[in-house]
């Protein structure tokens, strides 16, 4: 019943931006925390960017100052405004949330970054 779907991935050049979202039903979005994972080939999946309920907000280190995380309750949607993109951010982008003890996972979007 829980579902997150990603959207907005895409090709960039190093050093620009590209903000990608996720749009989330079957819960109560307004209460949940959610958050913003990535993974690359041979990498296991990381942490990027966390926002509580009451919009209080984590960055893993490698992107702090880059990234931006958000939420719009009344579209049940979050939000990762990236920018100052570098191929190291190159990776399958996931939004997370979770609900009632279990893990919710969307089918991520791709994140490019390449000259």
């Known amino acids: 019943q829980v579902r997150l779907v990603e959207s907005g991935g895409g090709l960039v050049q190093p050093g620009g931006s590209l903000r990608v979202s996720c749009k989330a039903s079957?819960?109560?979005?307004?209460?949940?925390?959610m958050g913003w994972y990535r993974q690359a080939p041979g990498k296991e999946r990381e942490l990027v960017a966390r926002?509580?309920?009451?919009?209080?907000?984590n960055y893993t280190d490698s992107v702090k100052g880059r990234f931006t995380i958000s939420r719009d309750n009344a579209r049940r949607t979050v939000y990762l405004q990236m920018a100052s993109l570098k191929p190291e951010d190159t990776a399958r982008y996931y939004c997370?949330?979770?609900?009632?003890?279990?893990?919710?996972w969307g089918q991520g979007t791709q994140v490019t970054v390449s000259a």
């Open positions: 997370n949330t979770r609900w009632r003890d279990t893990n919710f």
């Open positions: 079957g819960l109560n979005f307004n209460l949940a925390a």
């Open positions: 926002i509580t309920s009451s919009s209080s907000t």
